[in-house]
């Protein structure tokens, strides 16, 4: 089914605007409009003012909510129990070829009473904030594209803005469905970088974090650079979003588009190389999963327009968020004769808005498209985010939740037709399309069984102990130990997600059976423990509870460990001056019984342990401990804590025999120079 609704890819001229009202034939009246099963939002513009492109006017919403599965009422706006928001705002209309249209999106910002400063808080259940979106679903007549594009995105384990769908009167006209979302933005709970300032023009500083975007030219902001397209004369606009247009410095400008053209450069040629190839530049697991939503959907706008990226500061360039994803699932701006998004042709490469040229590159590189297989073949699986029964139940779901609100909206507009046959066309093209790219994506045979380098997360000291010598975020670290019999080189190694960032510098090594240790500040480190640290990571660690991902360089798992601050996880490590330990390397470090808390971390244990030995294990008689250093106590535990054993200790060779044992695991405590190392032993 073809949809008369359309998006101009450039600005409209006045013509096309008058064309495009008369065609669409909206209906100026209102509608009785009391209650809906959605929230309402009221907004009422000071002395009734226009709301206008620029500049903003002043305003005061209020969000009617009154729980999940309870009905809303317009006549709630006067019971103060009913009001999930009651406050001032102000507000501007925003987009591009929708504002063609008489049913208008707005940008809105919620301030405090004196109208200038920022009243951050939360809005139906999305964290707190101050800058918020009011999508009219424009060119859209299924009402749902974005929210399910949105969603399958967060189903992936990536951030998109957050949506709530809800009704709008504005100055007491009924102004149909909307959703209510998140704008993209530097913030803890949405893009998780760290804002960068005019004043931050060298290394690392300079590093990040940026968000930067590929899209139209018609926004107000000026172009900072364009970058060629394989579609003649359709080159790339990118535009600065952090830092803002008015304020990016020439050194901020310079070094972000360099990282664009390494991108480009890399691509072209097919460096893969995890010292100076594109794995080098970028987070390929957000690239793969941007592609994968794209195509999904068969995004006639992606890749070229609303096409975001983020960097954190020393980070790799990362793809995303999403946002605009109308023109999907079959749907295009057919008035003006486009019919772009097919079951059965890749967006980056379908002669149209192909976006940069890196897109098709990285398409066409053997081992990107292994791995954007490879991901494509996990989350189409039963149950995950994009396997067709799972998109359906999610549709039907939706489409429950707005059907009395569809019906106000075709009312009030007539921009829906029959809302049932829009949904089933998105339902007939999704299974069109996934059957299209599991045929034609290619295999993952040759990346599908990885070896990673055998390193372990060791040590996380996320909540130190404030002292007079030293701050609490400064004194943090974390040990990584290879645990193999070989070196390992570290390029292109980091640590994936946000709020932590640190990747490993090109050619760097760690020996075998050795440790190293990051830390948040290493003059601070070195002060303390009396060794140096091998690097600095930026960002801190969490207090309560954090997802530390270590990546190769093409985002396969090498270590995860999710830790937190309460039990069973060890507590005295949460601000107690203790820190987590990992009892031994061959236990599962997500699992809270693996790890104690630890405070003997020095110049000494660190010798300790790089150079003492332990073997055979798994063992059936005799396990041999060495040391350089004279071993005073040798004790055996089970895993309860129960004391077994305890072995007369000898300078540098031990010989311990566990043949009376059962099989089992058993925990060896050593002590050296006052210092206690605990391994786990296996008798079999």
Request: with cysteine.
């Amino acid at each position: 089914m073809k949809y008369y609704f359309f998006k101009p890819l450039k600005i409209v001229s006045n013509s096309l605007i008058v064309m495009l009202l008369v065609f669409c034939d909206f209906n100026s009246f209102s509608q009785a409009f009391t209650e809906s099963n959605l929230p309402i939002v009221v907004i009422n513009t000071d002395n009734s003012l226009p709301i206008l492109d620029s500049p903003r006017v002043l305003a005061n919403m209020k969000i009617i909510y009154n729980g999940p599965g309870v009905q809303n009422f317009v006549s709630d706006q006067t019971n103060p129990t009913s009001l999930n928001y009651n406050g001032r705002i102000d507000i501007e209309i925003r987009g591009s070829s929708s504002q063609a249209l008489e049913k208008k999106g707005y940008g809105l910002t919620t301030r405090l009473s004196d109208n200038v400063s920022n009243n951050n808080v939360s809005i139906l259940g999305m964290p707190s904030e101050n800058d918020w979106v009011l999508n009219g679903l424009a060119f859209d007549p299924s009402l749902i594209r974005d929210y399910i594009s949105y969603a399958i995105s967060r189903n992936m384990g990536n951030y998109a803005p957050r949506t709530v769908y809800c009704e709008l009167i504005l100055n007491g006209d009924y102004r149909g469905l909307y959703l209510l979302q998140e704008k993209i933005k530097s913030d803890s709970q949405r893009v998780n970088i760290t804002k960068i300032t005019t004043t931050q023009n060298t290394l690392p500083e300079l590093s990040g974090g940026y968000i930067t975007k590929s899209d139209k030219d018609t926004s107000g902001d000026p172009i900072a650079w364009t970058m060629p397209s394989y579609v003649s004369g359709n080159n790339a606009n990118f535009i600065h979003d952090l830092p803002k247009p008015t304020e990016v410095t020439v050194q901020q400008d310079n070094y972000i588009h360099n990282e664009f053209n390494k991108l480009a450069s890399t691509t072209s040629v097919n460096n893969y190389s995890e010292i100076n190839g594109y794995p080098s530049v970028i987070d390929i697991p957000s690239f793969v999963d941007f592609m994968l939503s794209n195509e999904l959907g068969s995004n006639a706008d992606g890749y070229h327009f609303s096409t975001y990226f983020h960097k954190e500061r020393n980070g790799k360039l990362r793809a995303g968020p999403l946002w605009d994803f109308n023109l999907t699932y079959g749907n295009d701006l057919f008035l003006w004769g486009f019919d772009r998004s097919h079951t059965d042709v890749w967006q980056f490469s379908d002669g149209g808005n192909d976006g940069a040229k890196f897109w098709k590159d990285l398409f066409l590189s053997p081992q990107f498209k292994c791995y954007l297989s490879k991901r494509w073949n996990e989350v189409t699986q039963v149950g995950k985010p994009m396997n067709l029964t799972i998109l359906n139940t999610m549709i039907d779901n939706v489409v429950t939740t707005i059907a009395p609100a569809a019906v106000r909206e075709q009312t009030r507009w007539n921009s829906v037709g029959v809302h049932l046959d829009q949904i089933n066309g998105i339902k007939t093209f999704l299974s069109a399309r996934i059957a299209w790219m599991n045929n034609n994506i290619g295999s993952f045979s040759s990346c599908n069984s990885v070896v990673t380098p055998p390193l372990v997360i060791t040590k996380i000291n996320y909540n130190p102990v404030l002292t007079t010598s030293f701050t609490s975020n400064d004194q943090e670290f974390i040990e990584i130990k290879n645990c193999g019999n070989q070196a390992v080189n570290l390029s292109g190694i980091y640590f994936g997600g946000l709020g932590l960032s640190y990747q490993f510098p090109a050619n760097s090594t760690l020996a075998a059976n050795t440790s190293l240790y990051l830390a948040s500040k290493a003059t601070t480190f070195l002060s303390k423990y009396g060794f140096n640290a091998f690097g600095e990571f930026y960002r801190n660690l969490s207090n309560s509870n954090q997802n530390l991902i270590l990546l190769d360089a093409f985002g396969n798992t090498i270590d995860t460990v999710f830790y937190y601050d309460s039990a069973p996880w060890p507590t005295n490590a949460d601000g107690g001056g203790s820190y987590l330990q990992l009892i031994d390397t061959a236990l599962d470090n997500n699992l809270a019984s693996s790890w104690v808390a630890s405070n003997t971390l020095n110049r000494i244990e660190n010798e300790i342990e790089s150079q003492m030995a332990i073997y055979p294990n798994p063992t059936s008689d005799l396990i041999t401990i060495t040391s350089k250093m004279e071993i005073s106590k040798i004790e055996i535990f089970d895993l309860e804590g129960r004391f077994i054993q305890n072995i007369t200790s000898k300078y540098e060779v031990n010989e311990v025999d566990i043949s009376r044992l059962s099989n089992g695991i058993y925990m060896l405590k050593i002590e050296i120079n006052g210092i206690s190392i605990t391994r786990k032993i296996i008798k079999n």
